[in-house]
């Protein structure tokens, strides 16, 4: 039977690993951590429960479809709760917009803000709408292997004027800047600026609008662990906290891997959902160090600072996902992705898992986290031992002042996790929570492809190859990679 390995348990590792041992790979996943996950890595502390992230579900299609392939229904080991409103946006001076699947009351929202922004959002979605088919229904499970790949693509990426950013787009569509904000934010779900970030990506609102926004029961923490009781059901192996060490090459094959307890096994093929420039350094061949050193020139996203949080008493006018943006947009994307300091005025991230799902937190108990991006370990020397416990202390203030009054009367535990941390705990370059920035030039053809070009049974899965970052995206890379695995493998 041919044998093939995973590096890392994170979505795009598992939904990989259960495509290829669904198709009669005999699969092993090799985790370094104790848990599977990767970033949907969880801590359960005196009853809360507290998933590290991510937290927003969408497409739920693409999640069913890894049971599916063997007749099986998700249902049996993961329950997905609808969220509503999908997010609920605010501003400093007030202001409030909740985002959700209903019609009459966007327009409403919409029209108290701007009247000829009614219009202009339904043109947008019209534009969402295509993108969405083009960029994510067509595009978004093909691998990029050769740049006639990228060629045959682009009149229709120029047809969108893939080349113009999400906020440049979504302003041409609507006047009030609130909603322009409304509009582009998603893309800093995926580790994007909308200043800057492919007009392509507009499609997550098609997603969201057709799919909807979705929590599993217990935290996203359970969707993983359903995701590891079907790959096992099925026969895969999972080894935890044994981080791989080395990638061994024979001629022009990776042969074996080496992990740091001295473990070591002949793989026919490895998969990587591993950091990519991390991956090719563990290779012992030219093509890792070179590899490497021209990942080591290109952009990256940002990194996270995130503050877990428990509260006594409940919050039933705090929603599950509220977005707080700051007094400054442009400019603080500039200091998120240019700058080398920590933003006073921070956008923030707020989860709120206990009002979808009561049981993350003991009774008459409630569980958050507060998550701001941050710029990542190369843009400074931001020292995060001394900053973490003051920047906290600034995000819950802004969460009190503006969401939460009493927060801090009520506050039980709280701890942090943040670039340091990103590049520690989950081995990633610079800290960086989503590996390449997703630029036009970094996408497609020109990310890490899903087959090395030199490696040919060196495969790459998750944020950091073709689509990209978001669980969609690292759940749509398994299914390319998956494909060109069972075309190689079965050759």
């Given at each position: 039977?041919?044998?093939?390995?995973?590096?890392?348990?994170?979505?795009?590792?598992?939904?990989?690993?259960?495509?290829?041992?669904?198709?009669?790979?005999?699969t092993t996943v090799i985790e370094a951590r104790d848990k599977p996950g990767g970033r949907a890595y969880y801590w359960n502390k005196d009853g809360h429960i507290f998933d590290a992230g991510p937290t927003v579900i969408t497409d739920p299609a693409c999640l069913r479809e890894l049971w599916e392939l063997t007749g099986a229904d998700i249902a049996r080991d993961v329950n997905l709760l609808p969220v509503s409103p999908f997010y609920r946006l605010s501003w400093p001076d007030g202001g409030i917009f909740d985002y959700l699947d209903d019609d009459e009351q966007l327009t409403r929202q919409i029209e108290a803000l701007e009247p000829r922004d009614v219009d202009g959002y339904r043109r947008f979605l019209d534009y969402s709408a295509g993108v969405f088919e083009e960029g994510y229904v067509k595009l978004g499970a093909v691998p990029f292997l050769d740049?006639?790949?990228?060629?045959?693509?682009?009149?229709?990426?120029?047809?969108?004027q893939a080349w113009r950013s999400v906020y440049s787009v979504v302003?041409?569509?609507?006047?009030?800047?609130?909603?322009?904000?409304?509009?582009?934010?998603?893309?800093?779900?995926?580790?994007?600026?909308?200043m800057t970030t492919s007009s392509i990506y507009?499609?997550?609102?098609?997603?969201?609008?057709?799919?909807?926004v979705w929590f599993a029961r217990g935290g996203t923490n359970r969707l993983i662990a359903g995701m590891v009781t079907h790959f096992e059901r099925l026969g895969g192996r999972l080894r935890l906290s044994d981080g791989v060490d080395r990638i061994k090459v024979e001629g022009s094959r990776a042969s074996t891997l080496v992990t740091k307890s001295g473990w070591q096994q002949r793989f026919d093929a490895i998969a990587s959902n591993a950091d990519v420039l991390r991956t090719?350094?563990?290779?012992?061949?030219p093509r890792g160090r070179k590899a490497a050193a021209k990942l080591k020139r290109k952009s990256y996203s940002p990194s996270l600072f995130v503050v877990h949080f428990s509260s006594r008493g409940e919050w039933p006018d705090v929603p599950h996902h509220s977005i707080l943006f700051g007094p400054r947009y442009a400019g603080l994307l500039n200091d998120i992705y240019k700058g080398s300091a920590l933003a006073d005025d921070p956008s923030i991230y707020l989860h709120h898992p206990t009002a979808t799902d009561p049981g993350?937190?003991?009774?008459?108990?409630?569980?958050?986290?507060?998550?701001?991006?941050?710029?990542?370990?190369?843009?400074?020397?931001?020292?995060?031992?001394?900053?973490?416990?003051?920047?906290?202390?600034?995000?819950?203030?802004?969460?009190e002042d503006r969401m939460m009054p009493g927060l801090s009367e009520r506050l039980d535990d709280h701890f942090t996790f943040g670039p340091a941390e990103f590049d520690s705990e989950l081995n990633s370059h610079l800290g960086s929570a989503f590996s390449l920035e997703p630029t036009l030039m970094q996408s497609a053809y020109f990310r890490v492809h899903n087959r090395d070009d030199v490696i040919l049974n060196l495969y790459f899965v998750g944020a950091g190859t073709h689509p990209g970052a978001g669980i969609p995206g690292v759940v749509g890379s398994a299914k390319a990679t998956a494909k060109l695995m069972l075309e190689d493998l079965q050759a």
């Open positions: 039977m041919t044998a093939v390995a995973v590096i890392g348990s994170g979505f795009g590792g598992l939904a990989l690993a259960i495509r290829l041992q669904s198709a009669g790979f005999e740049f006639k790949s990228m060629l045959r693509a682009a009149p229709q990426l120029a047809r969108y302003s041409s569509f609507v006047h009030n800047e609130k909603l322009r904000q409304a509009l582009s934010f998603h893309t800093l779900l995926v580790g994007g600026n909308p507009a499609l997550i609102h098609k997603l969201e609008r057709d799919g909807g090719y350094e563990m290779i012992d061949h993350m937190a003991p009774p008459g108990k409630s569980t958050f986290y507060a998550l701001a991006p941050v710029p990542h370990l190369g843009r400074g020397k931001i020292d995060w031992e001394r900053e973490s416990g003051p920047y906290a202390k600034r995000l819950l203030q802004v969460i």
